[in-house]
């Protein structure tokens, strides 16, 4: 009897410690899964890192000079008041970087790392080619007529170095004007050299443009290099008429000048 005792209290202590044992387990395993309940709402919902776009913002540009300060306050305009960046994939960084092309500057995002507690950005930014006359407003463009986050006066505008194109009423002039824009910025040598400066390109209903200089003086120059397909003199002769018109001692006397065909001069009302 006392044998059968014992073996029957053994077995009572061997099923206790096996259930003390389970209930440990699934102790063990309800912790751990809360934790890793926890640990990915965390990482889902509350960032990780928190960089605010004013001190911890580094933006790697090379700006156009003359346009530093509008464009470093328009980058960061077009920017939340701060920036919440999680790392881990690079869909978050991606997500980041859509928010800098909002910015009419920005042409793309180069690169974009989260170094610490500071993000580094390098941006490709739009480059400011000319400026279009409109509603008394001169609104700068790049190379492709496309709209850049700046605008201004007329006269602050001229200060600025860059010509103003007036096409007002004028149909598809963005790309002549800008391929007219592009051969004075290849020839300012040759202009600075007679101290000629244009300052207003004008758009005619035919197709046709003439240069205005800094003292009103106007060139004639016919078609623009990606204007009508017309049969007239090549860029190269335009400019070579120009400089025949540049050393011409009556130039100073003259107001306009033809450079689509044969160089003509006429006079200036007020010429003695």
């Not at 700046?150 to 600025?160: H, I, N, T």
């Amino acid at each position: 009897m006392r044998r059968k005792s014992d073996e029957k209290e053994g077995e009572s202590e061997e099923t206790s410690e096996r259930g003390f044992y389970l209930a440990l387990g699934a102790l063990v395993l309800l912790g751990v899964s809360v934790w890793l309940c926890v640990r990915a709402h965390r990482r889902s919902d509350a960032p990780v890192a928190l960089v605010a776009a004013s001190a911890a913002l580094e933006l790697r540009v090379t700006r156009p000079v003359g346009w530093e300060d509008e464009i470093s306050r328009a980058v960061k305009s077009s920017l939340p008041e701060k920036l919440f960046v999680v790392p881990g994939p690079p869909e978050n960084l991606e997500r980041l970087a859509r928010e800098f092309t909002r910015c009419g500057w920005v042409e793309g995002v180069r690169s974009i790392a989260l170094r610490g507690d500071r993000l580094r950005v390098e941006l490709c930014l739009r480059q400011p080619y000319a400026f279009v006359q409109r509603a008394g407003k001169c609104i700068l463009v790049d190379a492709e007529a496309r709209l850049l986050p700046f605008s201004c006066g007329v006269e602050e505008a001229l200060k600025r170095g860059l010509p103003v194109v007036r096409a007002k009423g004028v149909r598809r002039w963005e790309r002549p004007a800008m391929s007219l824009v592009g051969v004075l910025h290849e020839n300012e040598r040759l202009l600075e050299r007679y101290g000629v400066r244009v300052v207003y390109i004008d758009a005619s209903g035919g197709g046709r443009y003439n240069l205005v200089s800094a003292d009103g003086r106007i060139f004639e120059w016919g078609y623009p290099p990606e204007g009508s397909r017309v049969p007239y003199l090549s860029v190269r002769e335009k400019l070579g008429n120009m400089e025949l018109v540049l050393k011409n001692p009556l130039w100073r006397k003259t107001s306009e000048a033809v450079l689509w065909t044969r160089p003509a001069l006429r006079a200036r009302r007020d010429a003695h």
